[in-house]
Each structure stands twice: as C-alpha cells, then as structure tokens.
C-alpha cells in the first residue's frame, strides 16, 4: 500500500512494507547528506517535511531504526523517502510567480463574483465611447480651464449642436452635507426669461378654489375623482398644486407622487390658498430645486435656443436664490464648484470669484 504526502518544497512517498530496517544506502543521498536530522516517530497521523531517519545512539554509526523491533514503540513500517529536485525547482518557480510585489501569497478567487446594479454596472469614465459630435465641440473648450460667465454662456449656445433644441443647465456643488437638517437646500426660483418649456398644472382643490383655478388656466382640476386617477397610475402633468384643506387626503399619494418630485410642499409653493397666482408663476418660469446627497444643485436655466442675454439673466437669477437659501448650518467656502452646460454637451466650468462679483455688478 503507497500513500503520498506533498509538501510547499517537496514530495515524500511512504510505503509499507514488513522489512525489518532501513540502511542508508536505501535513502537517497541528496537527503542523507542533509544537516539536522529529523527523528520519525509514526503515529495514526502525521505530516512530512524533508524528513531522515535518525540513528540510534548518541555517536554517528550505521545502525539504523530498526522498524520491526518491538523496543522502538512504532508501527512495523518502512520508510523510503525520495525528492526530486526538478519537482522542487518547478514549485519553488511557481510559488514566485504566484506571489505578488509583497511578497504575499494571491488568495485565490472562490465562487463567482455578484454582477453590479445600478449606478455600479456603469462603465468608468475611461472606458465610455463618445460620439464624433461631442469630440468635436469638446475641442471648443480647455479642459479644466475656469471662464467667466459671458465666455461660458457663449460656449455653450456653440456646443448645442443636436437636431433638436437642447435645455441649458446650471450645476452648482456647495459644502454642504444634506444628512444634516441645518444643511438641506430646497427652495424655488423663478426665471426671469421662463424654462422655455410648457408646463401642465393639475390643481387639489374644492368648492369655490376650483372655479378658481380653472378661470386661472389649470390644466386639470379635481378633488377626490383625482386622488383616485392618480392612484390608478394617471400622471399626465408636470406640477400638482393643492389647496391646504386637500392636503389630508392628499397624504395618501405620498408613496406614488414622493419619488417622482410632484408631491405638493409648502416650501415648493406648491401648497397655498393663492391658487391663481400659483399657477401662473410656474407658467411662467418657477421652478423648484434641491440639493442632491452630495451636495449639489441641478437646475436648468432656459433652452440653448435663448439670447446670450436671456441666459445670463436666468443664470444669475438661479445663483442669486441659491445663495439667498444659504442653509445656516453651512460653515466655511459655500461654493466649491459651478458649471453650464447644454443637455448634450461637455461642461463649462466658472470662476467662482468672478461669478459673484458679476452678480453684484448686474
């Protein structure tokens, strides 16, 4: 009966046999030669390193363990070892190459690996393909070189080159941390020019608010029949506004108008007695915004279709509200970054110092 036992530099073969010694000239020599010995006692179980029968006696004789003898307290077996030096070089080669800069061994990959969702299964900003188009306007532009604001309105008008009228938008990053009640930014502004883009009103109301509302221009106008097309998956408008006394029993669409942004919020002005003039507001350019978890604003600011003029306006408008709404719990530098861009287009980013001192100017 043969078993093998292998080791990180090496491979011993035991076998048992019913010789009663082991003689040196059985070992080989590469092993023979090698300095302290190891003694073998066998047990039930053992493992083997490069491994010598020790002699018996305090001084070096050729008198071997005898394996058969019933003094040495061991199984009658016999022991050949032999070590193969190629073997020894080709794991220590591989042992090398399974290392790392380190030194440290690779663990290896078990299982397979979980496929990403969302935001995670995006490719790297390196690995992601653009068109022709966008290289091209890109070129317009110096990469991270800061513009002031007329520069970076005029950029933008040149890089809107889609078949189609693109939205001009403003992205403003503030040090602010929104986990933070005293550090939440939400807050509406009007656009002096409007957002070039017609808006649908659907009105909460009852009695005399809904005559109201429908001499006003709403779109659509309900009470109750409402909150239930709207809990049907009805969601053909772009702002709900609500009376005060509708807002009981428009709680329970929270969960279907809260991830959307149409739930009506007193500080969006979208829950007010003034109907009429609400509506006419939005019609003609308010809009609500919010900081997002890491702290920026995304607004638009018109379409890339506006005068140079009109941009600037609405531009300077959206930064003259964002920082009115400054929350107090925000503590040093407010702006960190700000930029303008074309729906499909690179951005544009600003100087901060010059931004506010044109505000201030205008």
Known sequence: MAASTATPSTTLLLSYATASSVFPQDLN??????????????????????????????KPTNNWVDGSSPKSRTY???????????????DLEQDEDDEDEDGV??????????????????????????????????????NKKEYDVKTAVQLLKQMASTKFVETAEAHFRLNIDP???????RATVSLPKGTGRTVKVAVLAQGEMVDEAKNAGADLVGGEDLIEQIKGGFMDFDKLIASPDMMPKAAQLGKILG??????NPKAGTV???????????????????????????????KAGFSEEDLIENLL??????ETNKPSGA??????????CSSMGPSIRLNIREMLDYKKSV
Not at 76 to 90: E, H, L, R, T
């Open 105 to 142: 061994k690779k663990a290896a990959v078990t299982g397979s690996t979980k496929p990403k969702k969302g935001k995670a299964a995006l490719p790297l900003k390196r690995d992601r393909t653009r068109s022709k188009r966008f290289l091209e306007v890109q070129k317009l532009r110096e």
């Open 29 to 58: 020599p590469s092993l023979s030669s090698r300095p302290k010995p190891h003694f073998l006692n066998c047990s039930n179980t053992f493992s083997l390193y490069p491994v010598l029968l020790h002699c018996r006696g305090r």
């Open 317 to 322: 408008a959206a930064i003259k509200s964002v």
């Open 179 to 185: 986990k933070y009640n005293d550090q939440q930014l």
């Open 272 to 302: 007010t007695s003034a109907i009429p003039q609400a509506i006419q507001e939005f019609r003609r350019g308010k809009l609500e915004y919010r900081a997002d978890k890491t702290g920026i604003v995304h607004m638009p600011i018109g």
């Open 76 to 90: 009658p077996v016999a022991i050949a070892a032999v070590a193969s030096q190629a073997k020894v070089a080709k």
């Open 259 to 264: 991830p959307r942004g149409l739930m009506p």
């Open 331 to 340: 503590k040093g530098v407010y702006w960190k970054s700000a930029h303008v």
